[in-house]
């Protein structure tokens, strides 16, 4: 029984594409996160949302955009793909935020575009 | 502020031998801190975590580290390693209060048979 799931698990794609990636967690927490690893694996935080709230948005473009349409759910969707969009992307989920708390991850998507 | 840094992006030992992954911190209130394992191809996983209390920290798979205040590090020590411990090791740093996690860069972990 996945904890933390993600799809697609690939994704390739070309430049100027839009896409999106799906997040569910069956933990019963409440706040989740996105995270991109880059091809270097620094693992950078994008986006945090508790109980639906976006609390965390970091210095990410806004082509982009995060979604929670309830607790167990945070989608990416990400507009007019370009190049440097290629990574991996984690999502991640917590009860409460960060702080002192556990964060699962989910298996990744990686993003190729082309 | 906060932020990690962990010495060597690469550290190989031989099987059986003790396994030490080195993480500094900067944090400006006391921290939270964790180690993450990611095995290829896959999530991260939490190895162990330091919040408060005792400062030897014991986690999953043999590993342990300790908190050192006065040196700000946490770092990964396992007296034997198995070749099942290859993988990409990350330190990260919270607190109270703070929803965000940051991490360090990982350290990649290769076994010798």
């Known amino acids: 029984d996945t904890a933390v799931s993600q799809t697609p698990k690939y994704l390739v794609t070309q430049m100027g594409n839009d896409k999106s990636i799906k997040c569910e967690q069956n933990l019963g927490h409440d706040t989740m996160y996105w995270y991109k690893q880059d091809s270097k694996k620094f693992l950078k935080i994008m986006f945090s949302y508790n109980n639906k709230e976006l609390i965390i948005n970091e210095t990410v473009p806004n082509r982009f955009s995060p979604k929670s349409p309830d607790k167990a759910h945070l989608n990416l969707h990400i507009n007019s793909l370009e190049l440097g969009d290629s990574a991996v992307y984690f999502c991640?989920?917590?009860?409460?935020?960060?702080?002192?708390?556990?964060?699962?991850f989910g298996p990744g998507t990686r993003l190729t575009v082309t | 502020a906060q932020s990690v840094t962990q010495l060597g992006s690469h550290v190989s030992v031989s099987e059986g031998a003790l396994v030490l992954l080195r993480c500094n911190y900067s944090s400006s209130v006391p921290p939270y801190l964790f180690w993450y394992v990611q095995y290829p191809n896959q999530g991260l996983q939490l190895l162990l975590k330091y919040t408060t209390g005792a400062t030897l920290v014991k986690g999953i798979n043999g590993f342990e580290a300790e908190f050192k205040k006065s040196e700000t590090s946490f770092h990964l020590t396992k007296p034997s390693a198995h070749m099942s411990d290859a993988a990409e090791y990350f330190c990260a740093v919270s607190n109270f209060g703070n929803e965000k996690l940051t991490f360090g860069t990982g350290t990649r972990l290769t076994i010798i048979p």
């Open positions: 991640a989920s917590s009860q409460g935020l960060a702080g002192p708390r556990e964060q699962y």
